[in-house]
């Protein structure tokens, strides 16, 4: 192999690992200097008494720009791929996608929740509280989810998972990307293995979703309304943390094992997260109304290598 060879293939375009390597430091490179101008730019807005989930949504909004313009800039710019091929247009059925993410990530965290509910370890009672208070909070948590899933399946399903589909290695950027996306969340507060494995499902889950429709609109809506429905709706921690979601229309009481209720990580770490997710994978592949906009799969079709001549 010449060194030519190790960055090009035989028709003259970069690899798929050295685009990928790109995105990521150029993602990198403009996030951090633009999370620090939020930072200087919000100092004045922020308060003991401020909802810091204001100043992340900033944040979050920032780096899904960012995440997006990256892609489809290196799209561009390697692949010669127009907006289309990243998978946010409204390309045909996104709207029919949106809508079936969301009731299929609400029956999973709700199935997720069912045995640890069932043997009485996981009990939920109405919020009391001001009907104004309750909604605001709800509607900046909504806020926060719809921004988090958005910015975290355009990062991890985006131009990494597609540059290497593109190059037909769908199966490692799958791995490599779950992965990441479960050592990420390794670092929340009560992660365990058991949640780290769920988190790493979960990342191979938004995956197939993404490849089984080629837009983002499915995996989307599966994790948001995955992550709203725990956080909001039921009261749950999101990943270990509660300041996403301090005020919810049920207030949870667990009363453990961990491996049953996930405790203070939330029902994702559980073994009942484990079976909703396997479940999951079965229903983006049985699930009718699921189907490719037939421009967007020309777009994504793996680029074959043209034999050369001896």
Request: proline share 3%.
């Amino acid at each position: 192999m010449t060194v030519s060879a190790v960055f090009f293939d035989a028709n003259g375009t970069i690899r798929s690992g050295w685009r990928a390597l790109f995105f990521l430091v150029l993602f990198g490179f403009v996030s951090v200097a633009a999370q620090a101008f939020v930072l200087a730019a919000t100092h004045r807005f922020q308060s003991e008494t401020a909802d810091q989930r204001l100043v992340g949504l900033v944040g979050l909004a920032a780096n899904l720009f960012i995440a997006v313009g990256a892609a489809w800039g290196c799209g561009w710019l390697f692949e010669k791929l127009p907006f289309a091929a990243f998978g946010a247009s409204f390309s045909k059925g996104w709207l029919r996608h949106l809508a079936i993410g969301n009731l299929l990530g609400l029956l999973a965290i709700a199935f997720a929740i069912l045995p640890a509910f069932v043997s009485g370890n996981l009990s939920f009672a109405v919020t009391v509280g001001s009907s104004s208070e309750i909604a605001y909070q709800i509607g900046i948590s909504l806020l926060f989810f719809a921004l988090g899933a958005a910015f975290e399946e355009a990062l991890f399903r985006g131009y990494i998972l597609q540059t290497f589909a593109r190059s037909g290695l769908a199966w490692l950027a799958i791995l490599l990307t779950s992965a990441i996306f479960g050592l990420v969340h390794l670092a929340n507060p009560a992660a365990d293995q058991i949640s780290t494995v769920n988190t790493v499902l979960a990342g191979i889950v938004f995956s197939l979703a993404y490849l089984k429709t080629l837009d983002l609109w499915l995996p989307f809506g599966l994790h948001f309304m995955w992550n709203f429905a725990q956080g909001s709706i039921f009261g749950i921690e999101v990943s270990g943390l509660k300041f996403l979601s301090p005020v919810s229309l049920l207030v949870e009481s667990d009363h453990g094992p961990k491996w049953l209720t996930g405790e203070a990580y939330g029902i994702e770490g559980s073994v009942g997260c484990t079976i909703a997710l396997l479940l999951l994978i079965a229903a983006i592949y049985l699930f009718p109304g699921l189907a490719r906009d037939e421009r967007v799969a020309e777009l994504s079709r793996p680029r074959h290598v043209t034999p050369t001549g001896s």
